[in-house]
């Protein structure tokens, strides 16, 4: 079964940067498309960036020109590097395999994400 496990949120200033992972197994990870996801207090969970397994990449408008997301392969393991971060950019972070190009998440089996906050 597919495990997801994320790690590398935290809390930090405005203007902060962060550096998120996601290990994947039980999947054949090059072959997939993968996604960042985040859900704040009483909104639905919304795709932050995709990155197809040919290496296409995809963001949200809002993080557009400050998030950026990268794959190793080699490490089954899928990056959100986040800079310039804003209050507005606190949730709890997931990612998933997904569907190109919807970005729709293509497992049910969500893991425990990770917590950003932002703040001063």
């Known amino acids: 079964q597919v495990q997801l496990v994320e790690s590398g949120g935290g809390l930090v200033q405005p203007g902060g940067s962060l550096r998120l992972s996601c290990a994947a197994s039980?999947?054949?990870?090059?072959?997939?498309?993968m996604g960042w996801y985040r859900q704040a207090p009483g909104l639905q969970r919304e795709l932050v960036a995709g990155?197809?397994?040919?290496?296409?990449?995809n963001y949200a408008s809002s993080v557009q020109g400050r998030f950026t997301i990268s794959r190793d392969n080699a490490k089954s393991t899928v990056y959100l590097q986040m800079n310039s971060l804003k209050p507005e950019d606190t949730a709890v972070y997931f990612c998933?395999?997904?569907?190109?190009?919807?970005?729709?998440?293509?497992?049910?089996?969500w893991g425990q994400g990770t917590q950003v906050t932002v703040s001063s």
């Open positions: 998933n395999s997904a569907f190109f190009p919807s970005w729709r998440a293509n497992n049910d089996r």
């Open positions: 990155i197809t397994f040919g290496g296409i990449t």
């Open positions: 039980g999947l054949i990870f090059s072959a997939n498309d």
